[in-house]
């Protein structure tokens, strides 16, 4: 060979990194921040419901009109997260996570200085548009970072963030509203939701399954082959009727409490979501016992005890209508902490798909 030649060298193939293992130091600084952001998400989306009575009286506007400052949040969000998954695609997992927290605590210590209804109606539109970069984005982050066997720990730790977060969002909201009026409560709220984006930026490894040359996956296209799949499309559908049939009660039920034979004030009402610990622990334990026996011979019991709500038969007293309330959480958060587990799988090989039909940047 002369002085002159080339000589060429490839390189072997990388081995993708490992999945995260169940027991991992990083599967619990994960879990942590993810548990965190689902506080977070939930403490600022939620925080408004207790507050509806008062809204109601404030604003001289009908119960109806009062439930827009948390459908405005919800329904945004729900048409959003299908252009977040893209951007994460785009700009990576934590970085959207992350820089949605932050807007979403913005936009609500905005809302605490809004001069009228309209405007605070807008501002939990806009606390809805910057949350829609977590929930979709977290369970991807799961999907693909998690080994199968740890994905439903994992999954039961990140409900239990959202359910807790729900209920401390309300409570506190709540409470500081009967303390420094409604705007102090959505305030603190915000402040709060702040502290925890810091948090959760700081805990959060960035991600490490998606590669950064096929972060290039058109929207439509990735949307199309989600709904292509019918079990997808029925989970879709089941988990909107679900979590739309229990926020709606738990809606109407500030309303009735505050009312006569009831007349409970807003901090009293707030203590009503602390129901929400019920759905909190059963969705970490079922999680966790369906990753060890299968989603199919548990799930019967989570339907039973929804199905348990469905006939009201509380009358005048108060604890009635709480138990059934908790009855219908622990089954609603039991059910919802099995349908991340047949998502995640299905999104993981949808995802390769996409990877191999992308066009190579190099």
């Not at 910057?130 to 994992?154: F, H, K, Q, T």
């Not at 409604?182 to 399954?209: D, H, K, N, Y």
């Not at 879709?236 to 039920?253: D, Q």
Request: hydrophobic content about 50%.
């Amino acid at each position: 060979m002369t002085s002159g030649s080339t000589i060429l060298k490839f390189a072997a193939p990388t081995a993708p990194p490992p999945l995260i293992a169940r027991g991992d130091a990083r599967f619990w600084r994960v879990s942590l921040a993810l548990f965190i952001g689902g506080l977070a998400t939930f403490g600022v989306l939620y925080c408004v419901q207790p507050m509806m009575p008062g809204f109601a009286r404030a604003f001289s506007i009908s119960p109806a009109a009062a439930s827009l400052s948390l459908s405005a949040a919800t329904g945004v969000l729900a048409v959003a997260m299908f252009w977040a998954g893209a951007l994460s695609d785009a700009l990576g997992r934590k970085a959207v996570m992350a820089a949605s927290l932050a807007a979403a605590a913005a936009t609500t210590l905005a809302a605490s200085f809004s001069p009228d209804w309209t405007t605070l109606v807008a501002l939990r539109g806009l606390t809805g548009l910057a949350l829609s970069g977590v929930p979709a984005v977290a369970m991807a982050y799961l999907a693909e970072e998690m080994d199968r066997s740890a994905i439903g720990l994992a999954m039961g730790l990140y409900i239990a963030g959202n359910t807790l977060g729900g209920m401390t969002g309300r409570l506190a909201g709540a409470a500081l509203a009967d303390v420094m009026g409604w705007r102090g409560g959505v305030a603190m709220v915000g402040i709060f939701s702040l502290a925890c984006a810091s948090a959760f930026a700081l805990a959060l490894p960035t991600e490490r399954q998606l590669a950064p040359k096929t972060r290039s996956a058109p929207l439509l296209p990735t949307i199309r082959v989600h709904f292509s799949d019918p079990g997808l499309r029925y989970l879709f559908v089941l988990g909107f009727l679900l979590m739309g049939a229990l926020v709606t009660r738990y809606n109407y039920v500030g309303f009735r409490l505050a009312q006569p034979p009831f007349s409970l004030s807003q901090t009293a009402i707030g203590f009503v979501f602390a129901i929400y610990l019920i759905g909190a622990v059963s969705s970490v334990t079922v999680g966790d016992l369906a990753g060890r026996y299968g989603r199919r011979r548990v799930i019967g019991l989570a339907i039973a005890l929804s199905g348990l709500t469905r006939r009201e038969g509380a009358g005048e007293r108060a604890l009635p209508v709480l138990l059934l309330r908790g009855f219908e959480s622990c089954g609603l958060f039991r059910r919802l902490g099995f349908r991340p587990r047949r998502v995640a799988p299905r999104g993981r090989l949808r995802r390769r798909a996409l990877r191999a039909r992308a066009p190579r940047c190099d």
